[in-house]
């Protein structure tokens, strides 16, 4: 396999990135925020299989399904039990 050249290594002038000059992200709506969540193992499974069947991504099937919760103004009937 032959070697690159020198000149093949170095840097394009259009990427240095000392020159380059910093702009605000153009979509500031659309970054997402990164959490850590802890989900009943079928309820996983289920997207991960979904997403085998859709070719989309289980994170984004779930991020899918939350926004839809969210826009229909979803309210879980959720019960607490007491422990003892």
């Keep these: 396999?032959?070697?690159?050249?020198?000149?093949?290594?170095?840097a394009k002038p259009q990427y240095y990135?000392?020159?380059?000059?910093l702009r605000p992200n153009p979509y500031p709506c659309k970054l997402k925020k990164s959490v850590?969540?802890?989900?009943?193992?079928?309820?996983?499974?289920?997207?991960?299989a979904l997403s085998e069947q859709t070719g989309t991504a289980y994170?984004?099937?779930?991020n899918d399904f939350l926004k839809s919760c969210k826009e229909q103004k979803f309210t879980p009937k959720t019960i607490w039990k007491r422990a003892g």
């Design 1 to 10: 396999m032959a070697k690159p050249s020198s000149t093949a290594l170095a």
């Design 17 to 21: 990135l000392k020159k380059m000059t």
């Design 36 to 48: 850590t969540i802890r989900l009943d193992v079928d309820v996983v499974e289920y997207f991960k």
């Design 59 to 62: 994170q984004t099937l779930m």
